[in-house]
């Protein structure tokens, strides 16, 4: 890993094994990109690829000599005549003469939206520097990565902008923000900062977004760039559910294993705009960052704007290549604390066993057969506290129900931990019911519009948690409830978007800083919680996964995946998650059957073969299963802690995908390639079936493997030829082989001999 910098042709270029991104300064000032793709030998002067044709059709050097002092048509153009519009820009701003999509907008005292900001220095640091007040990908060690901070300044506006690139030295990951600054008495208002622009010469990619809604999260959907703007967004006020916080690209002929892949992706949890736009001359444009709507942000003397960061990932090998690469960065390098690296404890949720039907015996008489199954944690879901015996009470009031828990969350924690399990606890912190007392106290700490009505979903309202006396409230309930209990895990739900956006606690003028404000108090919340509480495993939830995002993967190493617990359904949701999201990240649980969601009855084997792919756990009352059932489920949870390292921390494949056929197979490789464990799903049973063969990937060629009741093979075998999976699965007649119907499984082994 390695920053380059060219001082005499102001040629910035960072290189890893991997990739090359490289920039030059323009002649205007400007900051240009040149490259960004596999690794290149470095190079004194790459202005060669500034391709800067002259507008009105001339063609000509970029630059030329006789074209120095020519007039610039639009109020940016370099002043040898190079458009903007046709050139490649770092961080573009709007109105002057780029008439593409563009990263910055600001307006000004005068009305004016016109910035030009010129180069004016840089740094190179050791390792990578923090976002204040902000999740992002960080370094343990200086030598893991290189930041390059780049300045520029707008002398007219007086403000200062700051572009932060980090290489890391794994990977072809650059890691991108923005800050902005006021140095000058008048204030401005920021109108769209985003965090990153990547300008690629040509269009020739397919884009993949991962998109759904409740119960059917992250699916994957596949374009062909084209010219005019392509994209994805949230205006909710969270990432949501109906499209995730990235995008990827590749090229035509890239598949799960080959191929150039990238994947760009933003540590953010709020509103979120991700574009291509391809223009006249099919080159395409990256756009990603906080989403302009609704977005204004008041920049007054001194102060300064920090953006999300965004990470890009560059792939060669596949996509299956960019999604490790996302895996052990976010698994490693953005999930922090404790349980980073640890195995996850083995949870049963009560949820999908009582909703809120339910008292204290009850849940003891759950968390004993829970126990005797093997369980690690047991976890009390919605409705312990104030008035919720339903979702029309309560939320807000955090204090326990005496008539539920007659010793409170204290007494029920305690003879959890006495059983030999440890204690988890849901809480909605973000919420509030118009019936409780906490909106009956503070009718201004919601997020409402004066004398506008109050829009309820599930019967709830969003806390102003722009407001640092609302999170100074819900952190000191939240902390009472820890301190004076055994809380091991909680489950942070979030169950509706915003509708009326606005603070009783901000001016006019800053009620554009609404949405970033809040998502800026969430995140503060969990940093003083994981402060004083850093034992507790925090796993982050929105009905499921509406707020799966890098941004909360920072506080919370896992989220609920989704309120779907299908093991079919879940094929699809976890193969979509998988694209940017680890294994170990991805909360998952066997629940019962008929499954509550969409009534299929598949075997345990199926719902377990499913939910090992994930962080395992339950979501079912034990006791209402046969005794011969709750030995088997006993049977997968030993399994599970066998080999939850693995499938949690080993490097993950997709094989085959649920949104292309009847079968959808996984697997994941030890670090030393000695182990692996492929997952082989079919959702209908198939008569009569040809030769089936699934090829595996990540072994060893030359290293033979013992295959469960398949017997011995060399890698090579497996990854060209394949494991021959006939019959293992479908049903055939005549021939001896029964099938075991639909919804079926199989786990094989791998172990180097
Ligand atoms: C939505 C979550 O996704 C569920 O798992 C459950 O916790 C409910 N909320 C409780 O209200």
Known sequence: MNIFVHEKTKTFHLQNDEISYIMTVLPNGHMGQLYFGKKLHDREDFSYLLEGFIRNGESGEYCAEEQEGRHAGYPLDCVCGASMERLRLEYPSCWGGDFRQYALEILQDNGSRLTDFAFSGYELLPGKPRLAGLPATYTEEDGEAQTLVLKLRDETAKLELTLLYTIFAKDGIIARSANIKNTGKRTVYLERALSLCLDLPDMDYEMVQFSGTWTRERHPKVRRLEQGLQGIESIRGSSSHHQNPFLLLRRPDATEMSGEVMGFSLVYSGNFMAQVQVDTYDASRVLLGIHPDGFSWKLSEGENFQTPEAVIVWSDKGQNGMSQAFHRLYQRRLCRGYWRDKARPILLNNWEATYFDFNEEKLLKIARKAKENGVELFVLDDGWFGKRRDDYAGLGDWVPAKELLPEGIAGLSRKIEEMGMMFGLWFEPEMVNPDSDLYRAHPDWVLSVPERKETLYRHQLVLDFSRKDVVDYIFDSMAKIFRESRISYVKWDYNRYFSECFSRALPADQQGEVFHRYILGLYDLYERLTSEFPHILFESCASGGGRFDPGL?????????????????????????????????????????????????????????????????????????????????????????????????????????????????????SEDKKEAIVGYYKVLSEPNKGFDRLKLAGLREDVLYEVSGKGTHYGDELMNLGIITSGDMAFRTGDGYSGRGDFDSVLYFLKAE
């Open 553 to 669: 993967l920072y506080y919370a190493p896992q989220t609920w995946t989704s309120d779907n617990t299908d093991c079919v359904g879940r094929l699809q949701i976890q193969y979509g998650t998988s694209f940017v999201y680890p294994v170990s990240s991805m909360g998952s649980h066997v629940s019962a059957v008929p499954n509550h969601q969409v009534r299929r009855v598949a075997s345990i084997a199926t719902r377990a073969n499913v939910a090992a792919f994930g962080t395992y756990g339950y979501e079912l009352d034990l006791n209402k299963l046969t005794g011969e059932e709750q030995e088997e489920m006993g049977r997968y949870t030993e399994f599970m802690k066998k080999h939850r390292e693995l499938l949690q921390f080993g490097t993950f494949y997709r094989l085959k995908s649920p949104f292309e056929g009847n079968e959808t197979a996984w697997m994941v490789v």
